[in-house]
């Protein structure tokens, strides 16, 4: 089940996976989008892999999080239909790998960490786009579980794929090393986790 909040952005993202995927649009293209729509177009470019050009490291702090939680679990929605997929087709002792549970349980925790990661993530975004006094805490914590989830999403898929995924020959290994960039910006997660404790002692 793909995240829409309506029919126009269900549309913009189709229509984005599909240029995305093909090379095309960039930053500028941003301008004439609010938020919400944007927040799209963050998830499926770091589905594509392009997370990158599409960052603005000018924006509010709160924008930044939620950006980069967004493309996270873009991220990790790609490194997981690269594990599936690679399940499906690679044979080992006559079977497809994906029905060995040692292949088949760490894709299904993906697929369970992915669908948190951006149910979390666009929480953030409609909390940045709406200026709702809870932004800071919804960015800080989007980022922080998002940028965990699209590490390990990218690790299992490695294994998935029995370490190909680490070569330059494969797309996955840029995947895993902006994976581990989004982690670290901003603050670490355990700095973000501290500053949501932090804000929901004190209520």
Not at 120 to 129: E, G, L, R, S, T
Request: hydrophobic share 45%.
């Amino acid at each position: 089940m793909q995240f829409a909040f309506t029919e126009e952005q269900e549309l913009l993202r189709r229509e984005a996976r599909e240029v995305l995927a093909n090379g095309g649009w960039g930053r500028e293209e941003l301008d004439e989008l609010g938020f919400l729509d944007r927040a799209v177009l963050f998830e499926e470019a770091g589905r594509a892999n392009r997370g990158e050009e599409f960052f603005d490291p000018a924006a509010p702090e709160n924008e930044q999080l939620a950006a980069l939680a967004l493309e996270a679990a873009g991220i990790a929605r790609g490194a997981l239909e690269l594990g599936v997929e690679h399940a499906k087709t690679r044979e080992q002792f006559g079977r497809p790998i994906g029905v060995y549970q040692a292949v088949a349980h760490p894709l299904a925790d993906t697929y369970v960490d992915t669908e948190l990661a951006r149910s979390i993530a666009y929480w953030a975004a409609w909390c940045v786009a709406e200026d709702d006094e809870q932004a800071p805490i919804a960015a800080a914590a989007a980022k922080s579980y998002a940028g965990d989830v699209a590490v390990s999403a990218c690790e299992r898929a490695i294994q998935v794929l029995g370490g190909i995924g680490f070569t330059w020959e494969h797309v996955l290994h840029r995947s895993y090393k902006r994976a581990l960039w989004i982690q670290a910006h901003g603050g670490y997660p355990r700095e973000l986790r501290a500053k949501v404790a932090a804000w929901l002692l004190d209520r």
